[in-house]
């Protein structure tokens, strides 16, 4: 039977219907559909790469679990600047994700704080601010203000993000803060080598600790204190080390940190295998004396620098001019293991004057290899140069991919991960490659908190570098790009005139 043929009147015996009934009847049925599937039956297909705008498994199963109903209050203001007006769609897309995925245990508001007096009161209490917006329409450019923030509330406990506009992370901000308000007891990690306190213009860590603040009780340790004690406290779940080079640690921090680590202690160790002095563009031998340390846990931290022709752009200046250039001391990466969790969504990582890493076998002890640079890349020891005019043309035999993050585990749980860039979590360099922050959070959450919030997806999609190719292969995708699709019609067009 010929699909042409059916008639659908004849087959379900409605010729004696009226028409505007049946296009009453079917209308009804449509829209009764439409809102079983999309409330009472949720049924949704995410055909983004990584499934940016479906909700990671990590968050749903934080909301299964809840003990409480959890309120979100999105505080929105109607007169929102345009360039907000798509922002603003996706953030309540998002949070009716959570609602839809609580089963109950999420309720979601929208308030208008410039409409509602109550809700301008609460947003004020609950620490929402007024932000201030520029924008440039008409030819005139106007400072407008509005509301543009989420506070939530689990029982009598309240958390606020003062400004959801970044959609990149907010599914990670309202998780981490949901994670935060229903845990029983906060989770400690100690933190080493960077200030707790410092103005946010000369802070280069300003972005990392507020968002490890949202989940974790930060503990700034000086480390040379905690080792006249000769132990870490048991509370401290994860530590995080950063180190330029410039400092020293003796024999006794050195022999804590092995401890801790054998105590089924987790270290995150950001540290330089040679100081660089940006100001003077000036490369000095590190002093940290963690050398040792690492190779006990079977991770050699060479002494050198990894340049690559897969590398960031930067700007530099010759005194009379400002020019912009691939920077090799900058290293980008794709080749990251894909099979980890930590690794499942992100595309690419930077690596300022990043060291290369050398895994060796020790009893006990197992080390991987999570990350490696791309195949063209070189070293260079501490004599060169790492200004972009000094920097030598590597030799062809020079080419290799080295490691860039290696993890050492003890059978007994205990966890040493080395990434050799202490420049890393920097903010200069995290704007220009968000996976940083994300894969550092997810082994932190990892680690900490038994990886609760390990592996929320970015809602917005990082960039995606192409892979080297020669320049033959780019001058065949050229002119396959150029005269493929015109021969596909031309042929389908002499065809269909030779069918005629």
């Not at 009780?217 to 905690?226: G, H």
């Not at 340049?307 to 020019?323: H, Q």
Request: glycine share 4%; aromatic share 10%.
């Amino acid at each position: 039977m010929k699909w042409s043929r059916i008639n659908i009147l004849k087959t379900f015996q409605l010729e004696s219907v009226q028409k505007t009934t049946i296009f009453l009847a079917a209308c009804s049925i449509f829209i009764i559909a439409n809102l079983l599937i999309g409330y009472v039956i949720p049924i949704r297909f995410d055909f983004s790469a990584g499934k940016s705008h479906t909700l990671s498994p990590s968050t749903v199963k934080i909301i299964h679990t809840l003990d409480d109903v959890v309120t979100i209050q999105f505080f929105i203001s109607s007169d929102i600047p345009t360039r907000l007006a798509s922002l603003k769609n996706d953030t309540i897309d998002l949070v009716n994700e959570y609602k839809k995925q609580g089963r109950g245990k999420i309720i979601v508001k929208i308030r208008d704080p410039k409409k509602d007096t109550n809700a301008r009161d609460d947003a004020q209490k609950v620490g929402v601010p007024e932000l201030q917006f520029s924008q440039v329409e008409k030819n005139t450019y106007a400072v407008s203000s509005t509301y543009f923030g989420i506070a939530l509330q689990y029982g009598i406990k309240q958390d606020s993000i003062p400004q959801a506009t970044n959609i990149s992370s907010l599914e990670y901000d309202i998780t981490s803060s949901i994670f935060k308000l229903a845990s029983k007891e906060p989770i400690k990690i100690g933190i080493i080598g960077i200030p707790e306190f410092a103005s946010p213009q000369q802070d280069s860590f300003l972005t990392i600790k507020k968002i490890l603040n949202q989940q974790f009780e930060l503990d700034f340790m000086n480390a040379s204190d905690s080792a006249k004690t000769g132990e870490i406290d048991e509370s401290v779940k994860a530590i995080v080390i950063f180190d330029d080079g410039n400092t020293s640690y003796d024999k006794a921090t050195s022999d804590m940190f092995t401890t801790y680590i054998k105590n089924s202690g987790k270290i995150i160790a950001f540290v330089d295998g040679i100081s660089v002095s940006e100001e003077q563009f000036i490369p000095r031998p590190a002093t940290h004396n963690l050398f040792s340390l690492f190779e006990e846990w079977g991770i050699k931290l060479n002494k050198n620098f990894v340049l690559s022709e897969s590398s960031e752009m930067a700007s530099f200046s010759n005194g009379s001019n400002i020019f912009v250039t691939p920077y090799p001391f900058w290293v980008k990466t794709s080749q990251l293991d894909k099979k980890s969790q930590e690794f499942a969504h992100m595309t690419a990582l930077l690596f300022p004057w990043t060291a290369s890493l050398d895994v060796l076998k020790k009893s006990g002890i197992e080390t991987r290899s999570f990350v490696q640079s791309e195949a063209h890349s070189w070293s260079q020891t501490e004599e060169g140069g790492i200004a972009p005019q000094t920097i030598k043309p590597p030799e062809k035999n020079a080419f290799a991919s080295f490691n860039l993050i290696v993890e050492a585990r003890e059978k007994k749980g205990g966890t040493l991960l080395l990434i050799p860039s202490s420049h890393f979590l920097d903010e200069r360099y995290i704007e220009r490659s968000p996976d940083n922050v994300g894969v550092f959070l997810n082994f932190i959450n990892n680690y900490a908190s038994d990886g609760a919030l390990s592996g929320i997806r970015a809602r917005a999609l990082s960039n995606a570098p192409l892979s080297d190719v020669s320049d033959q292969n780019k001058d065949t995708v050229k002119y396959l790009t150029i005269f493929l699709l015109p021969v596909l019609f031309g042929l389908i067009g002499a065809w269909r005139l030779m069918k005629r």
